[in-house]
């Protein structure tokens, strides 16, 4: 009789072993559950979100900006919150005057340059062999696409309606208004914010929600300080470039070079179209000369400025980098493409923090954001 109890003991420890790894699978079936149910939240509320996600951005800048100003300057840290704030205003307001002001102009002299543009092309290609079976292919393009009234009549309607699209441009204004505002507003006082948040998330988990905020608020603001740096050297370096070779709107064109950053891969090429449709009427040097300008850029980029900025910010695997633009912008559109990257560092740090670190128990270190 004595050695009954002992030979219950197995049973017990097998027991309570299958109650653990329940317990465990309940877990991760219910964050798979709330992974689903967020990313459904998401899409119904994508334009909110998307919204909500552009002010945390422009609060990391605040107050990534009022920090240096705070530790360099020697002032309060309202105080450089107030002056972070009126520099971006600054540039903002300075940037869309100088990048409107080139555009009206170009627009007010399109409809007069871009007939004799057309039809310098259309020369170069007929000096090129079977140059005359390519033009008979575009212009029959043209005519299946509605432009039989005459390349020069389409321009102009074109350059009319881009115009009246410009000028209304209200709706997006306002939102950008209301993501600045809500920026301000977080930068003020982030972690109110923060704790408000975590208030809804379980105590035994806060914590680590915590910890994951704090590493994704890193990478961030990071990304954000390199991007910038990435975003003024392309410009300026582009700008600089085409203007030597003649090439005309070279500060609009480097504008464009320099927001073309913000969509790896896809962006610089897009913003190199306009800059080498204008170097065509020049003739082939000259296209040569503008191809060699994006060309050369592109690698001072990728040799020079982005190895010294990578050290810096936060390391992406390249294809993931790659596919967030193709599934962001898929799910929000051309918003999504353009905080593809910021979404993707969100969504890559949160799932290593929360899911492999926490859930699964993986031994991994946190990403080696800001370190040289």
């Known amino acids: 009789m004595a050695r009954t109890p002992a030979k219950a003991a197995p049973a017990k420890e097998a027991t309570v072993t299958g109650n653990a790894l329940d317990e465990t699978f309940v877990r991760r079936v219910l964050f798979v559950v709330a992974v689903v149910g967020l990313i459904a939240l998401v899409l119904k509320m994508a334009g909110v979100i998307l919204m909500i996600f552009g002010a945390v951005l422009i609060a990391i800048l605040l107050r990534s900006v009022a920090d240096l100003l705070h530790r360099w300057a020697k002032l309060p840290m309202r105080l450089a919150l107030f002056v972070s704030t009126l520099l971006l205003l600054a540039v903002i307001s300075g940037g869309f005057a100088l990048l409107w002001l080139e555009i009206e102009s170009q627009l007010d002299r399109l409809p007069d340059t871009l007939p004799e543009t057309l039809a310098a092309a259309e020369r170069r290609i007929l000096d090129l062999p079977f140059g005359d079976q390519l033009l008979a292919r575009l212009r029959a393009y043209a005519q299946g696409a509605g432009l039989s009234d005459g390349v020069g009549e389409a321009a102009q309607g074109f350059a009319r309606r881009l115009k009246n699209f410009l000028m209304s441009a209200g709706g997006f204004a306002t939102n950008a208004v209301l993501v600045l ?189 800001g370190r040289s």
């Open 181 to 369: 505002a809500g920026g301000v507003y977080l930068s003020i006082n982030p972690k109110g914010y923060r704790n408000g948040a975590l208030l809804l998330i379980p105590r035994d988990h806060r914590e680590q929600v915590s910890e994951a905020l704090c590493e994704t608020g890193r990478g961030l603001k990071y990304w954000l300080l390199g991007t910038g740096l990435d975003m003024i050297g392309v410009g300026l370096i582009t700008g600089l470039g085409l203007w030597l070779v003649g090439i005309p709107s070279p500060v609009l064109l480097g504008v464009l070079a320099g927001l073309g950053v913000l969509v790896p891969i896809v962006g610089p090429t897009l913003a190199a179209i306009p800059g080498l449709l204008l170097a065509v009427a020049g003739g082939p040097t000259t296209f040569l000369l503008a191809l060699g300008v994006y060309v050369g850029v592109q690698q001072i980029e990728s040799n020079l400025i982005m190895p010294v900025i990578q050290r810096q910010i936060t390391s992406l695997p390249p294809l993931l980098t790659l596919f967030s633009i193709a599934v962001f912008g898929l799910l929000f559109g051309a918003i999504g493409v353009l905080l593809a990257v910021p979404l993707a560092v969100t969504t890559y740090v949160m799932v290593r923090a929360l899911y492999v670190r926490d859930m699964l128990g993986e031994e991994i270190r946190p990403l080696d954001v």
